[in-house]
């Protein structure tokens, strides 16, 4: 009686984290409290980094790409606030980034943008993660730690790869 109340306890302990993070995933809950600065390390910044940052500043976003498949945003309109939501994170990098190189400000400026990303269109929300992942090479940051998943999926479902 002992043993099987012992291994029901800890059955029930994962079990109720277990719907607590789904619960949390499904609510959108999950993403406000993903940490950004977990494993934070230094980042090379230099003034090469900095001009390809602005050389994809300056660029046309949300256009038809016929080798990613993407057909463009609905409308002008919407186009243009997509592209305002990646220049306006590349312009708070550009500004941000020399004085804290830290992997921490390159996702904590994109969490914000993500959190203030208003379109329920799946082909911009993707074409928005792409362009965050080229900001990410561009600085040297090698995953978002699950932090575009939790965004876009609502879970991180990385961790089971």
Not at 21 to 44: E, N, R
Not at 106 to 127: H, I, P, Q, W, Y
Request: proline fraction near 5%; charge should be negative.
């Amino acid at each position: 009686m002992m043993l099987q109340k012992f291994v029901a306890t800890p059955l029930v302990a994962v079990a109720a984290f277990i719907a607590a993070v789904v619960f949390a995933g499904c609510t959108g809950l999950i993403f406000y409290v993903w940490p950004t600065s977990l494993i934070d390390h230094k980042l090379a910044i230099t003034p090469e980094v900095i001009q390809r940052l602005r050389d994809l500043q300056s660029e046309r976003k949300f256009e038809p790409d016929a080798m990613t498949f993407y057909p463009g945003a609905r409308n002008e309109t919407e186009r243009a606030a997509a592209q305002a939501a990646v220049d306006a994170t590349i312009a708070s990098l550009i500004t941000q980034l020399p004085a804290h190189p830290q992997r921490s400000t390159v996702l904590g400026t994109m969490k914000v943008a993500l959190a203030n990303f208003d379109t329920v269109e799946s082909e911009e929300r993707d074409r928005l993660l792409g362009y965050f992942t080229q900001i990410m090479e561009i600085c040297g940051v090698q995953s978002s730690a699950e932090l575009f998943n939790v965004w876009r999926y609502g879970f991180p479902y990385g961790w089971f790869l």
